[in-house]
């Protein structure tokens, strides 16, 4: 890929409108050439070969228009893609036809929470996209292309989106506890560390609406605390740690202690229930990835614009993100390759962005306008560009593991949520959560 050319320098007001506007649409997310390379052994009735794309939830390429852009830049490809709703689905079909080398798309997506296992089992199934004189490894933040990269250097998949946190919140309801609404007054409220949110919350629950709760899920609030950890799951070595991880016992202590003290709405996350509870403003805050504000606009409706702000997280942390490979086995390889480089080169993330909210993993896009200038007219014209940059530079390198969303499930169903919704204490709750998980292991 090669170095970002710069866009054409358009209004704040024309990106920020834009921005808004697209987002509410997303839920959860250089130079090409003629395409008369590889890839001849499958070709449309038109003569142009077909390029496959095997993807799981939304992941917007096809909406931002991305597609139909390489299409008009390469006059011989044509691209389609399939998706599968769920990564649970997804991923299974994923594994089941890597072993047995078919019914792969010449394109497939890899989410961050298997990414390390596929780096790990499944590396030789893949194409080496870092050899590519078209790929550049310094235009993706070093932990991202690192998660993507075998111990002994082969990069098997490259990077398209993170998701760095903010906390979006209310400010109707911290009105009404006599909390600040100002988003730099209410970053300063818990600035560095989880406890000090707890803290805000209590004040909350002491002088907020009665029918409000101070956070939507202790699931949710476990999972933006652990993300903001230094270490999860796995050591550097790649040996199990989280029954002996302090940061895990810390990210467990904060989301225990807000479900014991009846801070949270008791909700799950990404269920109808939830979606309701959004919609009514039932909670004051939620854990914001970038890609929690499109949703946001969709569940909470015309009714809600303006009422949500988004400040910072009270430390920067990464939830979600996702990545491309080409599997070895793919139709057309050379193509594959050609194409996964273009459509994550950091002008094509921030078109993404721009079109549909997914925050860009190349911080070469950051310097952009399409980025640094993005505002959110329905969180009071929030500049997200600025505020997920900046949580995003913070993002802590982790060592991800090959079963580290196996572990973070179960310590969440089996242990958080059980705390919240059937009064376990926490040390009978985590002594359940290490059972789930030890099981799933197979240990």
């Not at 082969?154 to 609404?181: N, Q, S, V, W």
């Amino acid at each position: 890929m090669t170095r970002m050319a710069r866009r054409t320098r358009r209004s704040r007001h024309r990106m920020a409108a834009a921005v808004a506007a697209t987002l509410g649409a997303a839920l959860v997310a250089g130079c090409a050439d003629d395409g008369s390379g590889g890839g001849a052994e499958r070709a449309g009735s038109d003569g142009r070969t077909t390029l496959t794309v095997g993807l799981f939830g939304t992941f917007g390429f096809q909406e931002a228009g991305l597609y139909e852009e390489y299409e008009r830049l390469n006059p011989g490809i044509a691209i389609e893609q399939t998706v599968v709703e769920r990564n649970e689905n997804y991923y299974p079909q994923l594994l089941t036809r890597l072993a047995s080398d078919s019914g792969l798309a010449d394109v497939q997506a890899v989410e961050v929470d298997n990414i390390a296992e596929v780096t790990a089992t499944q590396a030789d199934k893949f194409v080496d996209l870092g050899e590519r004189s078209d790929v550049n490894p310094g235009d993706w933040f070093d932990w991202k292309w690192q998660q993507g990269t075998t111990a002994d250097g082969k990069t098997i998949a490259l990077g398209t989106d993170i998701g760095p946190m903010a906390i979006c919140y209310r400010k109707d309801h911290f009105e009404a506890a006599g909390l600040p609404t100002d988003r730099a007054e209410v970053s300063r409220l818990w600035a560095g560390d989880w406890r000090k949110y707890l803290d805000t919350g209590k004040r909350f629950m002491a002088d907020g609406p009665d029918d409000v709760a101070w956070v939507d899920s202790a699931g949710g609030l476990y999972s933006a605390a652990i993300a903001s950890a230094e270490s999860r799951y796995y050591d550097a070595d790649g040996d199990i740690v989280y029954q002996d991880n302090p940061e895990v016992r810390a990210a467990w202590d904060i989301a225990t202690t807000a479900a014991e003290e009846g801070m949270t709405a008791k909700q799950e996350q990404f269920t109808p229930p939830w979606d309701k509870a959004m919609n009514n403003g039932t909670f004051a805050t939620l854990s914001c990835p970038a890609w929690m504000l499109g949703y946001i606009q969709d569940k909470g409706g015309e009714q809600s614009e303006g009422l949500w702000d988004v400040a910072d997280a009270p430390r920067p942390g990464n939830w979600g993100g996702s990545f491309l490979g080409v599997p070895e086995s793919a139709p057309h390889k050379e193509e594959a390759a050609k194409f996964v480089a273009w459509l994550t080169a950091p002008e094509q993330q921030a078109t993404l962005f721009e079109e549909r909210g997914s925050f860009p993993s190349s911080p070469a896009s950051y310097d952009t306008p399409t980025v640094s200038d993005a505002a959110h007219d329905y969180f009071g014209k929030a500049p997200i560009g600025e505020i997920f940059a900046r949580a995003a530079e913070g993002i802590p390198t982790q060592h991800i593991g090959p079963k580290d969303q196996i572990i973070a499930e179960n310590i969440s169903r089996s242990g958080v949520r059980q705390v919240e919704q059937k009064g376990l204490s926490p040390d009978e709750a985590w002594d359940e959560a290490v059972k789930a998980v030890e099981n799933a292991l197979g240990r």
